[in-house]
């Protein structure tokens, strides 16, 4: 059994609660409050900042220009589409500039970033590639789920409805099938002597995600 296989499997619970939350079964229903996506979206933009440091950082370690490549492109398509799309949903949610270009990460944000980044200069590329997988992987695995159940979040008369199809639309197969195949490529060529280092790489990303969404959904618990 390939390894990434053999993580979903171990990890199924963990996995099932990371791609079932209660956020994005409300997201695909349009019942999602605005308040609630506005927090994730913003905290969404603060993280990508310490995803695109940890992508940069994994062309830099790649093996060689065949594996360094598709994370270039991944790069280039962070750092200019989906940034171009972060500033135009802003206006739709009418969040001003003087907001998302001051918000702080909040604590749950900050940590699930200095992982990332810690691991991007400690870890090795395959390392990289694995918390990459969880992090990209999880969202294609539940915008799969909301496309194939044909979900129509602009049916209860949302306000935000047409967004957050958008945002569905997003993290299908079609935008984040290849990154992900390739992804798991790597985590599944890896050295058996990586294996216990990956395993602890996927379940500390997969326990990140899901803090992140409770932070969304819940807001911040701190003490």
């Not at 604590?107 to 694995?130: D, H, K, M, Q, W």
Request: hydrophobic residues 45%.
């Amino acid at each position: 059994m390939p390894l990434t296989a053999d993580l979903k499997s171990r990890y199924s619970e963990l996995w099932k609660a990371a791609t079932a939350h209660p956020f994005i079964d409300e997201l695909g229903d349009g019942s999602l409050p605005a308040d609630k996506f506005r927090r994730y979206f913003l905290q969404d933009y603060v993280f990508v900042n310490d995803l695109v440091k940890m992508v940069g950082i994994a062309v830099s370690k790649a093996p060689d220009l065949p594996l360094a490549r598709p994370l270039e492109d991944f790069l280039h398509a962070i750092l200019g589409a989906e940034d171009a799309l972060f500033i135009d949903a802003f206006k739709t949610l009418n969040i001003p500039e003087s907001d998302y270009r001051s918000v702080e990460p909040l604590p749950t944000t900050a940590a699930f970033g200095n992982f990332l980044v810690r691991l991007a200069y400690e870890g090795s590329f395959s390392e990289i590639c694995c918390a990459l997988y969880v992090t990209e992987g999880v969202y294609l695995d539940w915008g799969e789920r909301l496309r194939k159940a044909s979900a129509d979040p602009a049916a209860n008369g949302s306000e935000l409805g047409e967004f957050y199809q958008d945002w569905i639309d997003l993290h299908t197969d079609e935008v984040l099938g290849e990154i992900v195949r390739f992804l798991g490529g790597v985590v599944d060529g890896a050295e058996s002597s990586e294996t216990a280092a990956l395993t602890r790489v996927f379940e500390r990303a997969l326990r990140y995600e899901i803090a992140f969404w409770n932070m969304s959904y819940e807001g911040e618990q701190w003490p």
